[in-house]
Nanobody, 122 residues
Framework: VQLQASGGGLVQAGGSLRLSCAAS????????MGWFRQAPGKEREFVAG????????YYADAVKGRFTISRDNAKNTVYLQMNSLKPEDTAVYYC????????????????WGQGTLVTVSS
């Protein structure tokens, strides 16, 4: 599967952005999906995950209550709605696909998008 992330940009603190990740290739609904991010000088970290059907979602504590992951299997797309953004959310955001059940660990994901930059100004 090939993944293309989009939707990043510059936003003021307190604002919102919606990231999209479009998939092509094998059947999208076969994959659990995840969003990760990597801030400058830091390691990549888990942000949110969603199971194949979309019925189960899970989040990092840092974004719980502010970010929402969703998917549209008919459109082969996963989304990350980000509200109440903070400067510490500034990072390159990556979507990833896993043929298993998905997890919080990037090593479990086999396919990665190219990343989209989110910058939150204070």
């Amino acid at each position: 599967v090939q993944l293309q992330a989009s939707g990043g940009g510059l936003v003021q603190a307190g604002g919102s952005l919606r990231l999209s990740c479009a998939a092509s290739g094998r059947t999208f609904s076969s994959y659990a999906m995840g969003w990760f991010r990597q801030a400058p000088g830091k390691e990549r970290e888990f942000v949110a995950g969603i199971r194949r059907s979309g019925g189960t979602t899970y989040y990092a504590d840092a974004v719980k209550g502010r970010f929402t992951i969703s998917r549209d299997n008919a459109k082969n797309t996963v989304y990350l709605q980000m509200n109440s953004l903070k400067p510490e959310d500034t990072a390159v955001y990556y979507c990833a696909a896993d043929l298993s059940v998905g997890s919080r660990y990037d090593d479990d994901y086999s396919y990665w998008g190219q990343g989209t930059l989110v910058t939150v100004s204070s």
